[in-house]
């Protein structure tokens, strides 16, 4: 029995030495990071004072010696502030609900991304221990490229605010660039041409062709049964629409003025299809899947695109390339302004067609 309580305590001790240096460690990480939380100026430290003093004066003394990184391109130096450059993703992510939702690729080093995806054909075959195996079918790969552009704002502020000293100008760049760079990706992700910007989901051709029956990077569109508006069976159709290994982490994107008519579809036994959050910041779900609402699509009415139902994370793909992000301070071009022009480089598009599905509202 002694030895038996002298193992429990051995092992009570070496765990609490475990856990110490578990802590130590977690605690040597928060301080070596160094990043930004839920507020501008928590756990910014010296990044954020550097970055401050370089907004307001233009003085990178401060961002060579803590290791900040400088890029130098062709039209010469964009500095790359990590305090703002954070901050600014983290307002974006605020102000464009699809970027939680989509699949991003932050660090692509070219003006392209390139993927391949299988659209079926593989084959697999069951033999006996001693049978001959022959060569089974290989899946058919499409290849999608995205192109990367640069997508930039130019915030101004007076020189004399600027060199206030009560003036958070690092809180203030990174709320106007995320304002102007989430309006600009909401509206390219669902109608961008492709061109020069990404390529919205809107943007690809729509059919009424079921997977497996239509050309590779063409949608499928069901119409609503009902004229200028939509019944539970569509939302129901638009679900079974899509493969059942799509659904999982599927959501809802739609129009306010979809919403107003969701909530107010029942089932038969009169119960509401829609059910809010149970708590505070938990998003409301219709028949099951989350729904996320988006100015940017259509009011519901004859012939719009009201609904998307979609598995971003498999469906959409956006890529980043963090070698052009960046900021350059401006303030001789506009005597007593200062200008920030604040670039990034990304691009966007649909990568696989059977994540997504849109409900048209019958004519």
Same mark, same amino acid.
Do not use: C
């Given at each position: ?46 990044? @954020? ?35 703002? @450059? ?46 001959? +195996? *022959? ?16 997508? *930039? &704002?130019?915030?101004?502020?007076? *020189? ?67 004229? &200028? ?17 799509? +659904? ?9 003025? &979809? ?65 052009? &992000? ?16 604040? +670039? ?20």
């Amino acid at each position: 029995m002694s030895e038996l309580t002298e193992t429990i305590e051995e092992l009570g001790e070496t765990f609490v030495e475990f856990k110490k240096s578990v802590d130590d460690r977690i605690s040597d990480i928060e301080t070596k990071s160094n990043r930004i939380g839920n507020t501008m100026m928590k756990g910014a430290g010296v990044n @954020h004072k550097a970055a401050e003093r370089f907004l307001k004066s233009g003085d990178t003394s401060e961002l060579h010696e803590k290791a900040m990184s400088t890029t130098i391109g062709g039209d010469g130096g964009h500095m790359v502030v990590p305090a703002l @450059h954070d901050e600014i993703l983290r307002r974006l992510t605020e102000g464009n609900p699809l970027r939680r939702l989509v699949r991003m690729i932050p660090n692509v080093q070219s003006n392209s991304f390139e993927q391949l995806v299988s659209v079926g054909g593989a084959q697999a075959l069951r033999k006996a221990e001693l049978s001959t +195996r *022959s060569e089974t079918n290989s899946p058919t790969l499409q290849k999608v490229t995205i192109g990367l552009t640069e997508l *930039s &704002a130019i915030p101004a502020m007076t *020189s004399e605010l600027i060199s206030s000293s009560g003036f958070n100008v690092v809180e203030w760049l990174a709320q106007e660039v995320a304002d102007s760079f989430a309006a600009k990706e909401r509206y390219e992700w669902l109608y961008g041409t492709g061109v020069e910007e990404a390529k919205g989901i809107l943007s690809y051709t729509l059919t009424a062709d079921a997977d497996g029956s239509r050309t590779f990077g063409e949608i499928q569109e069901i119409t609503s049964t009902t004229s &200028a508006t939509f019944k539970s069976e569509d939302l129901t159709a638009l679900i079974y629409s899509m493969q059942a290994q799509y +659904r999982p982490g599927a959501v809802w994107l739609m129009s306010t003025d &979809a919403i107003l008519t969701a909530r107010n579809l029942k089932d038969v036994d009169g119960r509401p299809l829609w059910q809010d959050g149970l708590s505070l910041g938990q998003p409301p779900s219709l028949l099951g899947y989350e729904v996320v609402e988006l100015s940017d699509l259509p009011a519901v009415g004859a012939g719009a695109n009201s609904i998307i139902f979609a598995n971003l994370q498999r469906g959409y793909t956006v890529a980043e390339n963090p070698a052009h &992000a960046g900021v350059l301070r401006d303030e001789i071009t506009q005597p007593g302004f200062v200008k920030f022009y604040t +670039r990034t480089m990304t691009g966007a598009g649909v990568i696989d067609d059977r994540a997504v599905k849109v409900l048209q509202m019958a004519v």
